[in-house]
């Protein structure tokens, strides 16, 4: 067991994070009293995005998209709001509709 004062810690943080990686729990103290410890995780958290955030914070990391700076949220309100994708439609029914200018009904059937 090791033990640090915050400025200690904090002047030689590269030294206790290598005590903690050799599996060493390092007690952190402020006025010799015991406020936290360091220790190596015992699991690795999932991460807290779905698929489809996760994917929007790749390609703000790689450089193609650009994150919108109008929000608090990592996403906007606009993306969060989306939901469900709609349900799918009939191609073939939709482009039946668009090459009969005579149809006055909508025959878009859902699949």
Do not use: W
Request: proline share 8%; hydrophobic share 35%.
């Amino acid at each position: 067991m090791k033990s640090a004062g915050i400025r200690t810690l904090k002047d030689q943080l590269s030294k206790y994070i290598k005590l903690v990686q050799r599996g060493e729990v390092v007690y952190v103290t402020d006025h010799d009293e015991i406020v936290a410890e360091l220790r190596r995780p015992t699991s690795v958290p999932s991460s807290t995005f779905s698929p489809f955030e996760q994917r929007l914070l790749d390609l703000v990391n790689v450089g193609q998209a650009i994150p919108c700076t109008t929000s608090s949220s990592v996403f906007p309100k606009c993306i969060e709001d989306l939901g469900s994708p709609p349900e799918p439609v009939d191609l073939s029914e939709l482009l039946l509709n668009l090459s009969d200018p005579e149809s006055d009904t909508q025959r878009v059937g859902r699949v």
